[in-house]
């Protein structure tokens, strides 16, 4: 890491260096590509949630005029799933749909128009099973089972660990809280619609350009998928119109295009409509959880107790990873001694859920952020001094073996309290209105990569040459966030040029290193830290080539605003092109190579994978909200966010990721709903999205955002490139709990389910005036068969990190016939 | 169902100043004819009914929503998209503002906004916050939270007016 104190690229407001495309239109989105003798896919998808295939007559389809082809599931014979341990999904469904959506036929044409009206000729003969729609139906369903894999009947993972004795920590506490709460799934909702290219180049290799975040991933799956050997495949992330964690499964449509272009031998197109990218979903899973907390006298923690239960949809997806995430982070923003959590996630008749914003964590915050609130007010304590008092200490373990470097929740507790006038306002604003505060922490980047190895996950390569240019390579993908931006800048600022002279070129798979992709808040670490060492490796090279002409040593040679110069004797100098064609001259075509991989996290036992990362970021948060205790209409005038970034590298972008963080967490916790209902029984009694469309999924326009007063801490971590953490995704986490707590303090009832609608408001007032508990929110939590749990000992009462015991598991029931 | 296509019709449009003879289906909306018959692929769809305001292009000054537009309603009508923006190679003070300020994140619902931004402010060259929260109330940005969107177009305007003087 560079020694600099001052900086001449980071840290200032900067254009962005892919601005400029972005205004004018040129940013080529995947609909955008055009390809001579290109034709168009189109999806037939399932009308029912639950069914056996009887049969599928394709004759009239592939007559239709301008129809080119039309596939089915025997085209496609391998199954995949963007984990390995869930190879659970087909391109096209062979003998079963499992949800209302799930893709059974192609067709691919000369025009989308003609593609539409072949799929009408599709004759799909069906035989209906039961429908499971909900956690409890799958809990309470032996058969038939929507997936042949996992724990037993539909329960797909059961995942429970303990770190010390939590029974005793909550014998021993003043006080134990127990609350359930719900969190209902919501969609990411980009404005692009997934859409995908394939075709075949000269040499008959496959390319496919996808929105996708992640196209290493989808690289490796696809030519898994096809059969093909890797090496001939080549997968181009064209900048995504948003990604929010929806771009980052390999999709059944990517693999039906690039068959579709290897047997027709010309360019396939599909974008999904709309309604489509509704079934595509892999969105916010639906969480019921349980939450028993014990706390002394003065509100500290002596043991918490988490038990999550998750409504998966009919398929894997990223889920083994997400039921893991509604327990592991719990730990990292206060002092917690003893933690247990158990956690199970359940097939359903739905669209497959998975990551989104967030993923698997901003559930359980909720939770554990609202049942922080309840313990203040009833331990008389003020919610934000209580936080400030349990806030973990840098450089510590947790109690379930993650190491948290720097910390700083404290100062933005402490600066959202000032920003915001919390003391004056918190229980003494008029009755209708009231403020809430809640904090929140996310990864910077998952500790392990989604299949095991031992590889970098991210890599970057410069290449340099006498004009003076400087290209980077790298595998990351720009979906919005900046991360090209991000690329460039630390690029330049180690070079001493300007941002604008870097030409990026991301997201390929065919040009440049791997990096793992736009996920889990990874790219600015992970990248960040390997084109510093790319970076300094060929400065390295370009110091010595221009000591030898300034008669200095390589140390006394400095980088900045374009030119080379003697440190000691800054009139000795040349320009940045002068020093490449001296370092070219000397060792000949330049170039350098950066990686990165995550330091090893002290955790030893099974699942010890899932939560380390190399630094954490934290965000505080206070909502004011505004009840109309006639309407329940809630209004959100204000919010005041401070987040720790370690650094902001280009500070216009990162305030950007915290304010968009709000703007969808609030549609979260006031509006966004992913919900489905029971057609009647004469209709087929089938599980049907209610809202697969824009004008029925609200989320927030401009006139509903409320003003947002944004502060960036930069408390530098020594693990994480110049110090930056990640924003996108941590700021998100502290909105919805510090609505519902806002709520409260407005008009003193307790909504403990997301959305907080006006009727759930209304509800919880109506009990209120009789003298009924004021709350709205689940009244029981399921009966969940959870195992017995790992148990290993917290580092303070003498673990090492492994188990200290070996739990026996009921052996999964393997394949029951479809 | 006819099996038959139906035959193109053919018309001149005038885009960005320019008049083009296109050819296309009837049912084709001036979104599809933009894209997919003009090449202009500046202009965005996400949603095909009207509510996402991505395909936001301007029609005599004033901005409509181009996936509700026939195409061939559209004959001598003076169509604006994002590509009309810049002079040459210089951007509109509006473009420039947006890519300075943060107002273009993953840039998809950029040109929609920027076309209604340039309507509003061609007839209020000094908008209110609350005129601009109006203005764009029907172009959906899913990932600004608007706030870096209303203070692009407010430099913008102020470039424009500085320019005017």
Redesign the interface.
Known sequence: MSAKKRFDVLGKPR??V????????????A??I?LPRMVHCKLLRSPLPHAAIVSIDTAKAQA???VRLVLTGRDFPVTFGILPVTQDEYPLAPERVRYVGDPVAAVIAKDE??AF?AL?LIEVKYKQLKTISDPEEALATEEPRIQSYGERGNIHRLQAYEFGDVGEALAKADHVFDDVFFYQGNT??????HASVAAVDGEGKLTLWSSTQVPHYVHRALANALQLPPAHVRVIAC??????GGKCDLHNHEIVVSKAALLLGRPVKICL??EEVFYMHRGRHPVTMRMRTGVTRDGKITGMHTQTLLDGGAYGSYGTASTFYTGVLQTVTYEIPRYKFDAARVFTNKPPCGPKRGHGTPQPRFGQEVQLDKIAEKLRLDPAELRLSIVVKPNTLTANWLKIGSIGLAECIRKVVASSDWKNKHRKLPEGRGVGIACGAYLCGAGLPIYWNKMPQSGVQLLLDRSGQVTVFCGATE????SDDVLAAIVAEVLGIDAFDVRVVTGDTGITPVDLGSYSSRVTVMMGNAAIQAAERVRDLIARAAADHMETLPENVGFAHGRVFRADDPGKLMSFREAIVLAEEKFGTLGSVGSYSPPRSPGRYKGAGVGPSPAYSYTACVVEAEVDKATGWIGVPRVWIAHDIGRAINP??A??QV??????ALGEALMEEQVFRRLPPKLSNALVHKIP???EYK?L???D?P??FTELVEDPDPNCPFGAKEAGQGPLLPVMPAVANAIYDAVGVRIDELPITPDKVLAALEKKAKGENPRVGPEYFPDVPYPEPIQVLPPWEGGDGNAINAPRRPVPKEKVAS | MSTQAPKNIHLTLRVNGESQEVSFAPYKTLLEVLREDMNLTGTKHGCELGECGACAVLADGVPVLSCLVLALESEGREIETVEGLAHGSNLHPLQAAFADLGGAQCGYCTPGILMTAKALVEKDPNPSREKIKEAISGNLCRCTGYQQIYESIEEGARRMREERR
């Open positions: 254009r962005r892919d601005g400029r495309a972005k205004v004018t239109g040129l940013t080529r989105f609909d955008d055009v239709h005029p301008g128009q003609t009206e009408d990411h909702l980009p404005i692009e619609q900048p995504n119109g948003g990604g929010f409509t709309r979906i919005g966030q900046g216009v972008l305030r950007g304010e968009g963080s709000v703007y969808m469309s824009l004008l989320s326009t401009s006139l955002m003003e947002v």
